[in-house]
């Protein structure tokens, strides 16, 4: 038994060498694989809905594949659209496949799958205990789902059922990564060890590479063991190199958590066959006692206005520890003065970062820094746009003539590099969850919609 | 002044998921990693004071294949927050880099 499972690029739009993609069409692979999404861009794509890379991007990415599909009569499958899995990003990228369908004269059956979740049904799951923590997740509480947005990850049930049902092109939600290079190898039975670990290995398509790069991967998967090939010229795959795979973005490389068990690759071997190829045997796989689905939401924090400045005098550089608390205060009064108490002072976060001085790092400074000059990004966030703005405005103001104990008169402490100081940022959102649903069927939280283009 | 460049070639920070802060410290070679890990530098105790988290809620992994140790433990605040300042976490190594490493074997 054999399976060829080609990785054209680790995020679709990113691009990939055409090339490079040709010689993996040109080992007649099972399936091509696309991962679409990541929560690695930050909470704004599923609180807004909108994508991270351009319909551009993502067109011409999308063009070649779906070509390379029509020619070789295997399924498509490209998981998280529009970065979020949200509904409307199934929903974008199934319009540039139509356009480009139309403009291709490609014909097919496609599939979408959907992982949006109603507030009531979490609602319902959470009243029953249903709704568990996974390490590190925030606290929840049941207004919670009202109040922001949630896709539940799917594992390779749903999209098994859409391959079984004859799609040839399949545009999925929230999906695992490694579902997507999973699911055609695991519905055919192949062994789950080597077939969970084999989607881990090339799900970033050839960040595994040396050098990494955006370009492809193609698996053979057989009995005993994978092989697993960079299909760039210019790159190598070394056994090192795909064993350190297993830490990327990844918390623990030794057991990898999928909804239907754990990946574990503890016992994993990885040697050269030749400088672009690695085999990999010895994973196993370990399916849970119950199957879970994962959840993730965003939910609106507020709208923000940022101003950016930058400071040179060491003497106000000095003092800026102890005016930026200074101001707070300050701000605290004036907004309650010029809103005639409207606006809740506490309702409006008002953050000054010192680059230069300890904004970067999350943790303490084990030395103090000393630099010549401080960046201070302002952010100001408050439940609406215009309000953020209008506070804005005075505490650039303000902020620009701090009032320096060592000189006479009024200065300017801050340089502003923009003529207005203040950008309004848009809509802030914040990620609310980090815990799974437990209890359910892989495919009851998912909806399918098949379609003839 | 032996530090972590004198033995890894790469030494890398990021999240794994919103809520988790990962680093990579990847070895040079085999002796390297050797080396690194027989000094016990990295421990939980130092990413306990530096990051001023619990010990018990950090995992460090050494994974020899990848000549790679691991170090994973929750996020200060989490990606994207409001007053996360490293979406990415991209930068949360970097003073790390500059501590220096006893590699004295003898007592």
């Given at each position: 038994m054999e399976f060829r499972i080609l990785a054209p690029t680790g995020a679709l739009g990113a691009g990939f060498d055409a090339e490079a993609f040709r010689r993996g069409v040109a080992a007649r692979p099972h399936v091509i694989a696309c991962d679409a999404g990541s929560t690695d861009s930050g909470p704004a794509a599923l609180g807004s809905g909108t994508p991270k890379l351009s319909d551009q991007a993502v067109t011409r990415d999308l063009r070649l594949l779906l070509r390379a599909r029509d020619e070789l009569g295997v399924?498509?499958?490209?998981?998280?659209?529009?970065?979020?899995?949200?509904?409307?990003?199934?929903?974008?990228?199934?319009?540039?496949?139509?356009?480009?369908?139309?403009?291709?004269?490609?014909?097919?059956?496609?599939?979408?799958i959907y992982s949006d979740q109603p507030a009531e049904r979490l609602e319902a799951f959470f009243d029953d205990g249903r709704i568990a923590p996974l390490p590190h997740a925030p606290d929840i509480d049941r207004e919670l789902f009202a109040?922001?947005?949630?896709?539940?990850?799917?594992?390779?049930?749903?999209?098994?059922?859409?391959?079984?049902?004859?799609?040839?092109?399949?545009?999925?939600?929230?999906a695992s990564d490694t579902?997507?290079?999973?699911?055609?190898?695991?519905?055919?039975?192949?062994?789950?060890?080597?077939?969970?670990?084999?989607?881990?290995?090339?799900?970033?398509?050839?960040?595994?590479?040396?050098?990494?790069?955006?370009?492809?991967?193609?698996?053979?998967?057989?009995?005993?063991?994978?092989?697993?090939?960079?299909?760039?010229?210019?790159?190598?795959?070394?056994?090192?190199?795909?064993a350190a795979h297993t830490l990327y973005e990844n918390a623990d490389p030794f057991r990898?958590?999928?909804?239907?068990?754990?990946?574990?690759?503890?016992?994993?071997?990885?040697?050269?066959?030749?400088?672009?190829?690695?085999?990999?045997?010895?994973a196993r796989f370990m399916p849970a006692d119950g199957y879970t689905n994962k959840l993730e939401?965003?939910?609106?924090?507020?709208?923000?206005?940022?101003?950016?400045?930058?400071?040179?005098?060491?003497?106000?550089?000095?003092?800026?520890?102890?005016?930026?608390?200074?101001?707070?205060?300050?701000?605290?009064?004036?907004?309650?003065?010029?809103?005639?108490?409207?606006?809740?002072?506490?309702?409006?976060?008002?953050?000054f970062r010192l680059y230069g001085d300890g904004a970067v790092l999350a943790a303490a400074e084990p030395e103090p820094l000393r630099p010549r000059e401080i960046g201070v990004l302002i952010t100001v966030t408050a439940p609406d746009q215009a309000t953020a703005h209008a506070v804005a405005t005075?505490?650039?103001?303000?902020?620009?003539?701090?009032?320096?104990?060592?000189?006479?008169?009024?200065?300017?402490?801050?340089?502003y590099p923009f003529s207005p100081p203040e950008t309004d940022r848009g809509p802030l959102y914040r990620f609310t969850l980090n815990h799974v649903v437990t209890g359910v069927t892989p495919t009851e939280l998912f909806r399918t919609v098949t379609e003839e283009v | 002044m032996t530090t972590l460049l004198d033995f890894c070639s790469l030494v890398r920070s990021k999240n794994a998921g919103p809520f988790t802060l990962t680093f990579d410290f990847m070895?040079?070679?085999?002796?390297?990693?050797?080396?690194?890990?027989?000094?016990?530098?990295?421990?939980?105790?130092?990413?306990?004071?530096?990051?001023?988290v619990h010990p018990a809620d950090i995992l460090l992994v050494n994974h020899?294949?990848?000549?790679?140790?691991?170090?994973?433990?929750?996020?200060?605040?989490?990606?994207?927050?409001?007053?996360?300042?490293?979406?990415?976490?991209?930068?949360?190594?970097?003073?790390?880099?500059?501590?220096?490493?006893?590699?004295?074997h003898a007592s």
């Amino acid at each position: 038994m054999e399976f060829r499972i080609l990785a054209p690029t680790g995020a679709l739009g990113a691009g990939f060498d055409a090339e490079a993609f040709r010689r993996g069409v040109a080992a007649r692979p099972h399936v091509i694989a696309c991962d679409a999404g990541s929560t690695d861009s930050g909470p704004a794509a599923l609180g807004s809905g909108t994508p991270k890379l351009s319909d551009q991007a993502v067109t011409r990415d999308l063009r070649l594949l779906l070509r390379a599909r029509d020619e070789l009569g295997v399924p498509l499958i490209i998981g998280s659209c529009g970065t979020s899995g949200r509904d409307i990003g199934v929903d974008r990228v199934a319009a540039l496949v139509r356009g480009i369908a139309e403009a291709e004269n490609l014909h097919f059956t496609m599939g979408l799958i959907y992982s949006d979740q109603p507030a009531e049904r979490l609602e319902a799951f959470f009243d029953d205990g249903r709704i568990a923590p996974l390490p590190h997740a925030p606290d929840i509480d049941r207004e919670l789902f009202a109040r922001s947005h949630t896709v539940a990850m799917m594992g390779v049930e749903p999209i098994e059922e859409a391959l079984r049902s004859g799609c040839d092109v399949i545009l999925t939600g929230r999906a695992s990564d490694t579902a997507l290079f999973a699911a055609v190898p695991h519905m055919r039975g192949a062994d789950p060890g080597l077939t969970w670990h084999m989607a881990k290995t090339i799900e970033c398509g050839a960040a595994c590479a040396v050098p990494p790069s955006a370009n492809g991967l193609l698996v053979h998967l057989r009995d005993d063991h994978f092989d697993v090939t960079t299909l760039a010229e210019d790159s190598r795959l070394t056994p090192r190199s795909v064993a350190a795979h297993t830490l990327y973005e990844n918390a623990d490389p030794f057991r990898i958590v999928e909804p239907s068990g754990i990946l574990d690759t503890t016992d994993a071997t990885y040697e050269a066959v030749d400088e672009r190829t690695v085999r990999v045997r010895g994973a196993r796989f370990m399916p849970a006692d119950g199957y879970t689905n994962k959840l993730e939401g965003a939910e609106l924090v507020g709208h923000q206005t940022v101003i950016v400045g930058g400071v040179r005098d060491q003497v106000v550089i000095r003092h800026l520890p102890d005016l930026v608390p200074f101001t707070k205060k300050y701000f605290a009064d004036k907004i309650l003065d010029v809103f005639g108490g409207d606006v809740d002072p506490s309702d409006v976060d008002i953050d000054f970062r010192l680059y230069g001085d300890g904004a970067v790092l999350a943790a303490a400074e084990p030395e103090p820094l000393r630099p010549r000059e401080i960046g201070v990004l302002i952010t100001v966030t408050a439940p609406d746009q215009a309000t953020a703005h209008a506070v804005a405005t005075f505490v650039a103001h303000a902020s620009s003539h701090l009032p320096i104990p060592e000189y006479d008169g009024l200065v300017s402490t801050l340089a502003y590099p923009f003529s207005p100081p203040e950008t309004d940022r848009g809509p802030l959102y914040r990620f609310t969850l980090n815990h799974v649903v437990t209890g359910v069927t892989p495919t009851e939280l998912f909806r399918t919609v098949t379609e003839e283009v | 002044m032996t530090t972590l460049l004198d033995f890894c070639s790469l030494v890398r920070s990021k999240n794994a998921g919103p809520f988790t802060l990962t680093f990579d410290f990847m070895c040079h070679d085999q002796a390297a990693y050797d080396t690194l890990v027989g000094t016990g530098f990295l421990n939980k105790d130092l990413f306990a004071r530096l990051y001023g988290v619990h010990p018990a809620d950090i995992l460090l992994v050494n994974h020899p294949l990848a000549l790679a140790v691991k170090v994973s433990f929750p996020r200060p605040e989490p990606q994207g927050d409001l007053h996360d300042a490293d979406c990415y976490a991209g930068q949360q190594y970097a003073p790390l880099m500059d501590l220096p490493i006893e590699t004295d074997h003898a007592s």
